[in-house]
Every structure is written in C-alpha cells, then in structure tokens.
C-alpha cells in the first residue's frame, strides 16, 4: 500500500521562485492536510481540504495556496518564496470526522529557501 | 483554545530502561481526541495511539503504555525496557470532536528520545 505519497524529498529554491508540493493518497480519505514543521516548534497547519473541490485556511496559510480537484491530489503551490518558508513540510489524510480520525502522513519535504 | 505541553525537549536513556513522556493538555470542550505520534530519524509520522476524552482506560501494547488522566489533563506514554529502535521524536495531539467542517487538531513540540545501546 503507498498510502499518502509526497514528492519531492528535498529541494532548494531561490528566493522569489516558485514551486509545487505534490500530495497523492490511494485511501480515499475524504480529508487532507499540509502542513510544515519548523524546529522545536511542532507542526501547524498550512491549508486542508473536506473533500474534493473543498479547502480551507489552516494555521499558517501566508505565502501558500492549495486546490483539490480529485481525492486523491492536494498540491501545494508557493508563491514566491521567502527564506521564512525553510521547513519541512508533510501532507496528511485521514478518514474519520469529528477529529476522531488519526492523520496519514507522507514522508515530507524538506524545503530550503536562499 | 487549544494547547498541548510536551515539556521534555530531550530525553536520553540507556537500552533497557524505562522512559516516561509526557503530555499536558488544555481544552474547554467536553468531549476530545488524544493521540500519539512517533517520527522516527527516516522522517514520517507514525500514529501510535488514539484516545477519546470519556475513555480513560489505560492501555497497553507490547512495550508501550499510555496513561490517560483528565483529572490532571495529561496523556503519559511509557516505553517499558526501550530498544534503540525506539530513539525518534514522539508528538503528542489533541483534536476537537465538533460537527462539520475542521477539527482543529494542535500538536505539541515534541520530545526526542535518544536511545544508547
């Protein structure tokens, strides 16, 4: 089973560059997450999804935008890049509502912005 | 609002002991989630446990136990005679349990267990 496939590992941008975090799940979890781990700081949510063609703000969403026009994809889109978007960033799923449902996650990425 | 304390930044222990990590949360809802995550050093998350607020049984599995107590709001995990394969970062969570839309779902910062051998 891949559950929730993230690409790519790792990259570095550029400031004020652009790029495309790709998030697949083969669970049809109707939920989805990003979001970024910063060091010692846990993790906050970026942007999540209820379902296709359904997003929401998370936590942190500045600098970043999300679509959802399947269930199984959830890009993330950043827009001109700044060194403060440096992190690691994971896309999760899950299946239950109400909170109950443990998140799926992805390996993550790890970002660098100079 | 929400909130989840995991004081332990770093705890090293040597194989074969037994380690506590804690976790202390605060919410003003009645009915919530409790979960536990495990990030080994390869870097994905791993659930461990789930937990709802009006089940405080303890639990066991294998090596691993948690203790669940809403009168001091905290969520412990105990590793019993931990193994290298244990070192890792461990996230503890807590989620709403409201209807409709997003429940918030707030993470601590984790603690990182460093097992010698």
């Known amino acids: 089973n891949a559950g929730v496939t993230q690409t790519p590992k790792f990259r570095i941008l550029k400031i004020g560059q652009s790029m495309t975090l790709q998030c697949t799940q083969d669970?049809?979890?109707?939920?989805m997450y990003w979001y970024r781990q910063d060091p010692g700081m846990g993790l906050k949510l970026i942007y999540y999804s209820v379902g296709a063609g359904i997003t929401d703000k998370g936590e942190v969403p500045n600098g970043y935008n999300v679509s959802r026009s399947t269930t199984e994809d959830f890009p993330l889109r950043l827009e001109l890049a700044a060194p403060s978007q440096t992190s690691v960033y994971f896309c999760a799923s899950s299946y239950l509502q109400k909170g109950q449902g443990e998140a799926f996650f992805g390996q993550g990425t790890r970002l660098t912005v100079v | 609002a929400q909130k989840v304390t995991q004081a332990q930044t770093e705890i090293s222990v040597v194989e074969k002991e037994d380690v506590t990590l804690d976790c202390v949360y605060e919410t003003r809802d009645t009915t919530y989630y409790l979960f536990w995550y495990k990030q080994p050093p390869s870097g994905e998350l791993v659930f461990l446990i789930r937990r709802n607020s009006f089940d405080e049984q303890n639990e066991i599995s294998g090596r691993y136990s948690w203790n669940f107590q809403k009168s001091t709001s905290s969520f412990n995990f105990t590793i019993t005679a931990s193994q290298v394969v244990d070192s890792a970062v461990y996230f503890c969570?807590?989620?709403?349990?409201?209807?409709?839309?997003?429940?918030?779902?707030?993470f601590g910062t984790g603690t990182k267990l460093q097992v010698i051998p």
């Open positions: 969570a807590l989620s709403e349990a409201k209807s409709g839309g997003y429940q918030k779902v707030t």
């Open positions: 669970m049809n979890h109707n939920y």
